[in-house]
Structures are given as C-alpha cells and as structure tokens.
C-alpha cells in the first residue's frame, strides 16, 4: 500500500493526513455529505492550505475495484490539466482511527452541483439562481463537456478514455462552467501506457453506467474514444428531453436514442423538456429582440438533438467525431445569440 507520503511525492499533491481530512469534514459527518456512488461518497470539506471548500472522495475499499479505482483516478488526474475536468488538489493513502486502510481524493468543490441533480430535482431551491437549466445554459454546458473529451481523446498525455460519462460525473462551478470528474474507470488509449491488462480487457464490458454503456462494451469490445462518443449522445438526449436512458418508457423494443429519432424533426417540441422551450438567456431574461423566435428554438433543438443521435448511434464508426460536434454546437449558440 502506497503511504501518503509517496502519493504526495508521487503525483506532486500536498500531503494530507487522515487527520486533516476528519477534522475537515466533522469527522465524515452526514450534515457534510453531498453525494455517493459506486465507488465512493463524497463529502465537502475545509482544509487550511486552501481557500475555498474542497470535495472530498473517500472510497469505500470494501467494495470490489474501489482501490483500482483510486489509483486510476490519481494517476489520470495527477497528469491532465483542463478548464474544463474536475482538478484533484491531494490525495490520502492511510488508516483511519480503527487501523483500517483508508484511501481518500480531494478536488474543487463545485457549488452548483451536478448536472444530473439540476436535470432531475423537481424542488426548486428558492434561493438558487439557477433552478432549470435553459437552452443556452445546456449548450455550453454541453460544449464544456465537448472540450474536454477532445482534450482527453486528442490532447491529453496519452490519449485518456473516460468511460463513464453520464450527467452525474457533469459538475458546475460557480460560474456554470461545467467540469467532467470521476475517472475510477478510465482507461489510457495509446503511448506507452496503451496495453490494456487481461483483467481489464475481461471487464470492459461493464465499463461505465447501465444506460449509457456502449452496445459494443457489452458485446466484449475494447474501450474507445468512440464508446465515450456514445455516452456523450445519450447524455445530450438526456438534457434534451429530462429523461433518462434507464427511464420506464424505454425498454424492449425502445431506447432513448430511438424515442428521439423518431420525433426529429417534426416532433421535437413533443419530446423535450418544456423549460427548453421558453426564451431566456443566460442571465434568464426572457429574449424578446429576435422576431420568429420560436421557430428559432426549435430549429436549435433539432440541431441538438440531431447531434445526440448522430453520437449514439449503435456502430462505432458511424458515430459523429468530437470536432464535428463543437462545430456545430458553436453554429447553434451563434444562431441563437443573434
């Protein structure tokens, strides 16, 4: 087991001890709990070397790949920098009170949540300056989400595949910039780093989230740029219409990608989130200079989700590059801004 020290010295983090991060948290207490998952629950936090709050993963070891998980995430993070991905700020690797192996990342906290939760929650925070997300806001979030696969996929280190990207992995700042985190699953594509192990390759079929796996995945297929291409589609058709890929609509016969299909063009405005369909900027002031207005939306929203189906679609090859959608993701923002 890696000691904090050596993760520290590795990875160029500031060291941090199980200590700082119980006291931090109130000692893990629920009142500081923000999110869980499969790995890991998540906690916001103070420390003294940094300012602003932190977001502290503590990964459950007693769940099965949650150490593998860890170690990803470190080594990932610990080599890409970008606007737009979750920026780890330490990491621990230590026991707890009780002499049990604890294992711990620390990232910026972002204040606005998840996308997922500002997609779904029905109740309206009164005191949030963003309770829906409007049409504008959903474009450039999903441009921020574009460039930074284009950066993974094309830029970074070696090439990195996300591998599970899904609107809860989607985290907003103060500012609404969106940044994509959890990197428990990602893989390195190509350079020296590429060969996959055979414990890997076994598995990559249930790499990522039911929903937004790709078929190719489940059919034993080796981790890709294009399979995050597919997650990204249903992620922009989530967005689109409010409903997810595992929703009771959708099942044998019918997905989220064929419900959308469908209705493009004609019956778009039947299939997506009814706030999409209200003008407003992104300071939500209702726009009123541009005449036809409507027609305009709506031709944005075909736009849109013409993207989303053209990135999930059931083969890899035929599935829509990551240049091509900040290309046309930039003509729909313009349309609408003029």
Request: hydrophobic share 40%; aromatic share 8%.
């Amino acid at each position: 087991m890696l000691s904090t020290t050596s993760l520290a010295l590795q990875y160029g983090y500031v060291k941090i001890s199980y200590e700082g991060l119980h006291q931090a948290t109130n000692g893990f207490s629920s009142s500081n709990l923000v999110g869980t998952g499969s790995f890991a629950s998540v906690y916001r936090g103070t420390l003294v070397n940094f300012e602003r709050p932190v977001a502290i993963k503590v990964l459950n070891l007693k769940t099965r790949g949650a150490s593998k998980s860890f170690m990803a995430e470190c080594k990932a993070l610990g080599k890409i920098k970008h606007r737009n991905l979750v920026s780890i700020l330490t990491c621990c690797s230590s026991v707890d009170y009780k002499g049990n192996d604890f294992k711990a990342i620390v990232f910026e906290f972002m204040s606005n949540g998840s996308l997922e939760t500002l997609l779904h929650n029905t109740i309206e925070d009164s005191e949030s300056t963003n309770p829906s997300l409007n049409l504008i806001q959903r474009i450039n979030i999903a441009l921020d989400v574009a460039f930074a696969l284009d950066y993974l996929h094309n830029d970074s280190w070696e090439g990195v595949v996300h591998c599970d990207i899904k609107p809860s992995n989607v985290l907003l700042d103060d500012d609404m910039v969106a940044h994509l985190g959890d990197f428990g699953l990602s893989r390195v594509i190509h350079g020296a780093a590429s060969q996959i192990s055979s414990d890997q390759a076994s598995s990559s079929a249930i790499k990522g989230t039911i929903g937004y796996i790709p078929p190719e995945y489940g059919a034993g297929g080796s981790v890709s740029a294009e399979g995050d291409m597919y997650s990204y589609g249903v992620l922009l058709l989530e967005m689109l219409t409010e409903k997810k890929p595992t929703d009771h609509l959708f099942g044998e016969g019918l997905s989220l990608h064929m419900f959308c299909n469908m209705a493009i063009p004609d019956g778009i405005t039947k299939i997506v989130d009814s706030r999409l369909l209200i003008p407003f900027d992104e300071g939500q002031r209702r726009i009123t200079q541009q005449q036809n207005m409507e027609d305009t939306i709506r031709e944005c929203l075909v736009s849109f989700g013409r993207i989303g189906v053209a990135c999930s679609q059931e083969f890899p090859n035929q599935r829509m590059s990551i240049k091509d959608v900040i290309n046309e993701l930039h003509a729909i923002k313009q349309k609408l801004s003029c």
